[in-house]
């Protein structure tokens, strides 16, 4: 197998395995909804985990995966989407914030 296919295939199963992990924490937690969980958050960097830990099993190293900003962009990017979207429903009042989880 090609080295390409090799880390497709490696990161395919990778995913699979972390997205497949948080859905079944999501599910047996006793959350009300889904996104209040932590496991959320494996949920969404499941990408993320999944290339890095291909990017080690295939070379051993990750200083090959690009320059800081990107990897800095990749990380918090996603943080700034749920700011910037879960910020504009509570102050609009389109969303609820939960005490429960609060305190």
Known sequence: MRK??????IFFVLFIIFSGLS????SVSNVPKAEDSSAALLLVYSPF???II???????NIKKLGKVKYLFLAIF????YGIIIY??????????????IIN
């Open 54 to 60: 291909t990017r080690l099993i295939t070379d051993r």
């Open 4 to 9: 390409t296919k090799k880390e497709i295939f």
């Open 87 to 100: 910020g504009f429903a509570w102050l609009t009042k389109i969303g609820v914030i939960n005490e429960h």
């Open 49 to 51: 985990l999944a290339a």
């Open 77 to 80: 990017i996603p943080i700034t």
């Open 23 to 26: 859905y079944v924490l999501i």
